[in-house]
T-cell receptor
Framework: DQQVKQNSPSLSVQEGRISILNCDYT??????FLWYKKYPAEGPTFLIS?????DKNEDGRFTVFLNKSAKHLSLHIVPSQPGDSAVYFCAASGGTLGGATNKLIFGTGTLLAVQP | NAGVMQNPRHLVRRRGQEARLRCSPMKGHSHVYWYRQLPEEGLKFMVYLQKENIIDESGMPKERFSAEFPKEGPSILRIQQVVRGDSAAYFC????????????FGEGSRLTVL
């Protein structure tokens, strides 16, 4: 039962162009969504998040969009840089009864390759 | 200003042996989470602990796996009688409860079962 899905295992973009990474979820109780970035042999690092009361959050080159009716969120990176090449994980929380545990449910990740 | 510390970073075990993975959360964090990443897969939740309490172990295999977070010392993920399928990267994360839901991850412990 994959509650958070990233259907694109990989994405390749040219340096300077926009990268768009997509994520879908099935549990309507999720109320907080995060994106993590992971380099090989390292732990995931937090990138950006969005609460379900918003539909957009921006931080520098990174913007996350949330469409609650479609249960879909996306991460936009613009302009993309070679250093952005990594695996990006979408994660969600809040789907538990009796209050949040901060437990995150992760998607399977999308490998982004930014070509110089 | 140490982050989440995991050790060992790499562990090799033969089938049937025991593996112990340790995690020290960030200073001030009293909540620890363990995740497993199998090859070519995403991060799967295993267990969530507070000091001396297991809060949610819904992702832990029913047998051979156990976790603890004692009053003093690091959190331990213990795998008894390891099998080849246990080979994975095990990540620990910590948080401050009541925060925005962000977890801070360690660099992971990579277990290889021969």
């Amino acid at each position: 039962d994959q509650q958070v899905k990233q259907n694109s295992p990989s994405l390749s973009v040219q340096e300077g162009r926009i990268s768009i990474l997509n994520c879908d979820y099935t549990n309507s109780m999720f109320d907080y969504f995060l994106w993590y970035k992971k380099y090989p042999a390292e732990g995931p690092t937090f990138l950006i998040s969005i609460s379900s009361i918003k539909d957009k959050n921006e931080d520098g080159r990174f913007t996350v969009f949330l469409n609650k009716s479609a249960k879909h969120l996306s991460l936009h990176i613009v302009p993309s840089q070679p250093g952005d090449s990594a695996v990006y994980f979408c994660a969600a929380s809040g789907g538990t009864l009796g209050g949040a545990t901060n437990k995150l449910i992760f998607g399977t990740g999308t490998l982004l390759a930014v070509q110089p | 200003n140490a982050g989440v510390m995991q050790n060992p970073r790499h562990l090799v075990r033969r089938r049937g042996q025991e593996a112990r993975l340790r995690c020290s959360p960030m200073k001030g964090h009293s909540h620890v989470y363990w995740y497993r990443q199998l090859p070519e897969e995403g991060l799967k939740f295993m267990v969530y602990l507070q000091k001396e309490n297991i809060i949610d172990e819904s992702g832990m295999p029913k047998e051979r796996f156990s976790a603890e977070f004692p009053k003093e010392g690091p959190s331990i993920l213990r795998i008894q009688q390891v099998v080849r399928g246990d080979s994975a990267a095990y990540f620990c994360a910590s948080s401050v409860f009541g925060a925005t839901g962000e977890l801070f991850f360690g660099e992971g412990s990579r277990l290889t079962v021969l």
